[in-house]
Nanobody
Framework: QVQLVESGGGLVQPGGSQRLSCIVS????????IGWFRQAPGKEREGVSC????????YYADSVKGRFTISRDNAKNTVYLQMNSLKPEDTAVYYC?????????????????WGQGTQVTVSS
């Protein structure tokens, strides 16, 4: 059974940092490209960052470029999203997603498997 479980969300002050983790099970992570998406209340789900299956290629949305870093540890079946210099507009539920193929893939419809999400709230 394929599962993706996000963790690391919570309340953080503006300017702070947070690291999200996505632990996958039921498949071998090194066969999949991974993406992080987020959805704020009343808004559509948007792509934040994604990473290719094997060559390390990455993509970042303009809104997070220079502040967020995606990485993967295939040995631990875990993908990370390091978020620095957080802003109130980063508040959202963050989801990780996986799909077979090299990638990186930037659109939600390209992903087959999704986690349940973790809430990130940036507020003073």
């Amino acid at each position: 059974q394929v599962q993706l479980v996000e963790s690391g969300g919570g309340l953080v002050q503006p300017g702070g940092s947070q690291r999200l983790s996505c632990i996958v099970s039921g498949f071998t992570l090194d066969a999949y490209a991974i993406g992080w998406f987020r959805q704020a209340p009343g808004k559509e789900r948007e792509g934040v960052s994604c990473i290719s299956r094997s060559d390390g290629s990455t993509y970042y949305a303009d809104s997070v470029k220079g502040r967020f870093t995606i990485s993967r540890d295939n040995a631990k079946n875990t993908v990370y999203l390091q978020m620095n210099s957080l802003k109130p507009e980063d508040t959202a539920v963050y989801y990780c997603a996986a799909t077979r193929g090299e990638g990186p893939y930037t659109f939600a419809y390209e992903y087959d498997y999704w986690g349940q999400g973790t809430q990130v709230t940036v507020s003073s």
